[in-house]
């Protein structure tokens, strides 16, 4: 009862001094604010990525082919023969070395041209096997995707995205019509939605265009030699295998697995002729990331509530000043040291927790009109309310302290006197 009456005193007291009472909350509003919105700036800028990476899978590791820097600026001959990369038999060792992988998937990328009738189009084939798509998991829109029949039988099937399809067979019935890539004819079986976006610093193992054909097919109709035709002759390279994928069992095995494999390619191949990219490794270290990220601007918006805080023991100290006949009175009949403490000490939590729940308020709003305006994606999380609406709290009760105690301590006789 005694609480409830000291809150009701302390709001009509502020209530006496409106304005002055909105001056000092204003300082714990834009605190606040800053808080909640800032967070929320640097929840969604790191969110969007953390997302992208967990698509690449957690669990999987990626290799790439990559051509040496010593093969690189060898334009100027007429003809070159390029053999770097992955190897058919790097794919069998990690099957037979690793028991912690479960799967390997094997890609083999070539460029051709796709065309069915007067339509063209310039086709990524990737020379694959089924398990592509449990790995890289993309909604299937139409048909089927590969089978262990089509790589027992090389057939010559082939799986669209939906952009290809969409600019090859425009409003034609997609499944069923026969797609030719290069010199050969390929029946289209399905069509598969497609991500190609980059995901902090590893692009996505799709493309939007795509073309999934089995991978003993791939070998048998294209090879392992591509020509490209340049300004200055013909480049020819011999890649067996641009990717692998391999999947772990257990995200905890992760980084052992590609050490281990790191260790194993390093064996057999003389030249740095591939690239190794761990998701899950880029996920923790995007994590650490945004955690630091998000200390640096809750401390820089928390400068904000510093300065209301001191705002607020400022007004407190000139109301304690202004009000010394009025606690001089108390005092006198029988009002104790820790009733004023806890008057003023309510005054102030109340000031900054009204400011805290508008500055929340603020906050939120804030984020809202840049993602509306700005097109930014923001995340505004409850932690980040609760922490902003704790520390108004605490700014009231870490700032009131003192005013109060100084109003308790006065002498009652000198406070009578006070004019």
């Known amino acids: 009862m005694r609480t409830w009456r000291n809150i009701r005193l302390g709001i009509r007291n502020l209530m006496l001094h409106k304005l002055r009472s909105m001056l000092t909350m204003l300082g714990v509003v834009f ?70 992988v479960e799967h390997v998937v094997p890609i083999k990328q070539v460029p051709k041209e796709g065309r069915l009738g007067q339509r063209t189009e310039e086709l990524r084939v990737v020379g694959t096997t089924p398990l592509w798509f449990d790995l890289v998991q993309r909604p299937l829109i139409a048909g089927r995707t590969l089978r262990e029949a089509d790589m027992n039988t090389s057939s010559n099937v082939v799986v669209l995205t939906e952009y290809g399809a969409r600019r090859l067979l425009a409003t034609q019935n997609a499944i069923g019509q026969t797609l030719r890539l290069g010199g050969d004819a390929f029946e289209v079986v399905g069509i598969v939605r497609s991500d190609d976006a980059d995901a902090g610093g590893i692009q996505t193992p799709d493309d939007r265009v795509d073309a999934y054909v089995p991978l003993n097919t791939a070998r048998e109709r294209f090879g392992d030699i591509v020509i490209q035709r340049t300004a200055g002759g013909q480049q020819r390279e011999m890649v067996e295998l641009h990717r692998i994928i391999a999947r772990v069992t257990s995200t905890d095995d992760v980084e052992r697995a590609a050490d281990g494999i790191e260790r194993m390619l390093q064996r057999h191949h003389r030249r740095q002729d591939y690239r190794m990219d761990v998701p899950l490794a880029l996920l923790r270290q995007a994590e650490a990331t945004r955690r630091t990220f998000n200390i640096v601007l809750g401390s820089i918006a928390g400068i904000s509530l510093l300065v209301g805080g001191i705002g607020i023991m400022n007004i407190m100290l000139a109301s304690v000043t202004e009000r010394t006949r009025e606690i001089g009175i108390r005092r006198a009949i029988g009002a104790k040291r820790r009733q004023i403490v806890g008057q003023f000490l309510v005054e102030t939590v109340v000031l900054s927790m009204v400011g805290g729940l508008l500055g929340m308020v603020l906050g939120v709003s804030i984020p809202a009109l840049v993602t509306f305006f700005a097109g930014m994606p923001t995340v505004v999380t409850m932690w980040s309310l609760a922490l902003a609406v704790g520390i108004s709290v605490s700014v009231g009760v870490v700032f009131g302290i003192y005013p109060a105690f100084r109003a308790a301590n006065l002498d009652p006789i000198v406070a009578l006197r006070h004019e």
Do not use: C
């Open 31 to 100: 605190g606040v604010a800053s808080v909640v919105a800032m967070l929320a700036v640097g929840e969604g800028a790191s969110a969007e990525a953390l997302e992208q990476i967990r698509r690449l899978g957690s669990q999987n590791i990626i290799i790439h082919s990559t051509r040496p820097a010593e093969d690189e600026g060898g334009s100027a001959q007429r003809v070159r023969m390029s053999i770097y990369g992955l190897l058919y038999d790097d794919l069998t060792r990690i099957q037979e070395t690793f028991p912690e």
